[in-house]
DNA sequence: CGATAACCGGATGGCATCGTCCACTTGACG
DNA sequence: CGTCAAGTGGACGATGCCATCCGGTTATCG
């Protein structure tokens, strides 16, 4: 353990240098996350960043803090992403293009399912985020229920499910091209879509109860 | 590389403590694969199987035969799983019931994704028995389309996607509670099972196109 | 029972990653 | 322009895993 966090710089307030080195670490970070998962080796980034590891360490004293800052980004994307969802006129449109969305993201980026899914207790912003995707996500499935468009079984633990789903079909097509995988995850999210889409009886065969799962869960 | 594996005593012809070490091991090999997934160290396993880490490279030069070797058994065992699907007289309850089977395998062994998943060019028997597995899968699918019972659309790819998928929400649920990762698997499940099943118009809105996926797409 | 080849397990060297330390460099400010 | 605190990078010890080697042990067979 090295420095409390809360007593280091904030970023605004560095030298120069420092504050372009730290620019370069979080973008070096976010490809190297997106290429190849969240368990790369700290040298790795630092080298990609053209910096010492100490410079990465002092900045981001653990893999946590580097993770969380730069996921956060992307999980503000998200909620915009929710939010143009929540501004379209047609509940279940809105529902799948959020879900599709999203699901995308996590193709395109092999560490966006692990931060999504992890609980990251101490990064205030991050949880902040996540948050506001959840709230934002909630209030998609209501608006969808409340269409009729959407199965009134469904709960927020599916979409956990499908994100989980999702996360497994990128982890075990990471190797492929990039094509066939973003194509079974495309079919996946569609298959899962028309499971939970109404249109019939919907009682006529209930899926099993929801899972108890939240955003949380980890 | 140690000893060319075609010129090893064939596992009957081992001296008594050796064949009932190397069973030691193969049970010891199981249990930590299935707690702990593939990637566990080759010490772990020895350990467990109360021997050194010598007699172990020595039985099986390779974690890669150590992996075949133990779950060849699980696959034939998934063979006559779907053998008895077979015999079902409904197609869709059969259908049903393989992939149901199936995927509570792949959640009560951690390891089973990884290894179904995937391919071991150089391990015969695996592969046999994995092809067993595919042949009688393929067999379940025509013979419910067949029935008119799933979509005429559906592949093997299909299957696939859904392994992979509820290998994502095993690996993710991995330090949760087993039923709550189980009831989870459940309801994945059974939300693809009702997005394949006909009933109505199937080509009211077709899936996207599969993607070329095969048992041995790695 | 004795010889011997097969077998055993711990010790060992090699490699990758982590996270820290320290001698040197440089931006900011008077 | 000179000072110095902030910043830098590479070296380093620690740790964990892999895979092999070797001195001692034991099952098997005559």
Redesign the pocket.
């Known amino acids: 353990?090295?420095a409390d966090p809360s007593q280091m710089?904030p970023a605004a307030k560095?030298?120069?240098?420092?504050r372009?080195?730290?620019t370069r670490i979080l973008a070096a970070a976010r490809e190297v996350f997106a290429a190849r998962g969240l368990?790369?080796?700290?040298?790795?980034i630092a080298r990609r960043a053209?910096?010492?590891?100490?410079?990465l360490?002092?900045?981001f004293?653990?893999?946590t803090v580097l993770i969380t800052e730069v996921f956060t980004d992307q999980l503000t994307g998200c909620v915009s992403v929710v939010d143009t969802a929540l501004g379209e006129p047609d509940p279940w449109r809105g529902f799948c293009v959020a879900v599709e969305t999203v699901c995308r993201m996590q193709m395109a980026d092999r560490g966006f399912t692990g931060a999504f899914l992890t609980a990251f207790p101490e990064a205030v912003d991050f949880e902040r985020a996540r948050g506001n995707a959840e709230r934002g996500l909630r209030e998609l499935i209501r608006r969808a229920q409340a269409a009729g468009r959407l199965r009134a079984d469904f709960t927020m633990a599916d979409l956990m499910l499908l994100f989980m789903a999702n996360g497994g079909v990128a982890a075990e097509l990471a190797d492929q091209p990039a094509t066939a995988a973003t194509a079974a995850s495309r079919r996946l999210v569609a298959a899962m879509l028309t499971a939970w889409r109404t249109e019939r009886a919907a009682s006529a065969d209930p899926l099993p109860p929801a899972p108890p799962l939240t955003l949380h869960h980890i």
Chains 1, 2 share one sequence.
């Open positions: 353990m090295s710089p560095l030298r120069a240098d420092a372009h080195n730290r368990d790369v080796p700290m040298a790795a053209g910096v010492g590891v100490a410079t360490y002092r900045r004293p653990t893999r």
